[in-house]
């Protein structure tokens, strides 16, 4: 299983990057996807998430309207528009793959990550 996150880097506020996570070595099309980031210091947050067929998505009040998460099952990724960026928007953003059957998901795979600075 892998998952590779690319597009983070340094944009000044106001700006936008467009995140993608590329997905292998799983059915990706039947995975709840999601962004997380975590500051320093801080504890890891959800960011964004969607459902297995995109059908669904949600947000953190902090995101909404800014960030908009979306999949394409074709291409095994996942991306996460970020526009009107701030500088608590940086931190190192990673990708996940959760599969739950039931209350219990014994599927739950992690990218390594990529940072994202705000900052002029």
């Known amino acids: 299983v892998q998952l590779v996150e690319s597009g983070g880097g340094l944009v000044q506020p106001g700006g936008s990057l467009r995140l993608s996570c590329a997905a292998s070595?799983?059915?990706?099309?039947?995975?709840?996807m999601n962004w997380y980031r975590q500051a320093p210091g801080k504890d890891r947050e959800l960011v964004a998430g969607?459902?297995?067929?995109?059908?669904?998505?949600n947000y953190a009040d902090s995101v909404k309207g800014r960030f908009t998460i979306s999949r394409d099952n074709a291409m095994n990724t996942v991306y996460l528009q970020m526009n009107s960026l701030k500088p608590e928007d940086t931190a190192v953003y990673y990708c996940?793959?959760?599969?739950?059957?039931?209350?219990?998901?014994?599927?739950?795979?992690w990218g390594q990550g990529t940072q994202v600075t705000v900052s002029s």
């Open positions: 996940n793959a959760l599969r739950c059957l039931g209350y219990v998901c014994p599927h739950d795979y």
């Open positions: 969607i459902t297995s067929a995109g059908g669904s998505t």
């Open positions: 070595g799983f059915t990706f099309s039947t995975y709840d």
